[in-house]
């Protein structure tokens, strides 16, 4: 049974740090691209960060390129989110994502094949 649970979110004041993590299981760790996704109150769903493992590729949102860090550690089958400077317009709830193909994240997102459940960050000002 493949399994992707993400943790880490709370309530944080502007400019503080969180770490999301997203525990996977039932998948083969390594042959897989992760993402990040967040979706505000009112607000359609937005790719924030994701990566590859095969070509350690990156791609940020602009709005907080500078300020996530994504990346995995194989070891432990998990991707990350590491946020600073956070602002209240990152306030959502956020979605890890695995997929094969790096693209889809920014493309076609209807196409990604697993999906973890939400961790809420909320930014007070």
């Known amino acids: 049974e493949v399994q992707l649970q993400a943790f880490g979110g709370g309530l944080v004041q502007a400019g503080g740090s969180l770490r999301l993590s997203c525990e996977t299981s039932?998948?083969?760790?390594?042959?897989?691209?992760f993402g990040w996704f967040r979706q505000a109150p009112g607000k359609e769903r937005e790719g924030v960060a994701c990566?590859?493992?095969?070509?350690?590729?990156?791609h940020y949102l602009d709005s907080v390129q500078d300020r996530f860090i994504v990346f995995t550690n194989s070891a432990k089958n998990t991707a990350y989110l590491q946020m600073y400077d956070l602002k209240p317009e990152d306030t959502a709830v956020y979605y890890c994502?695995?997929?094969?193909?790096?693209?889809?994240?920014?493309?076609?997102?209807?196409?990604?094949?697993?999906w973890g459940q939400g961790t809420l960050v909320t930014v007070s000002s």
């Open positions: 994502a695995a997929d094969p193909t790096f693209g889809n994240f920014w493309t076609r997102p209807s196409r990604i094949d697993y």
């Open positions: 039932g998948f083969t760790f390594g042959e897989y691209a």
């Open positions: 990566i590859t493992q095969t070509e350690n590729r990156r």
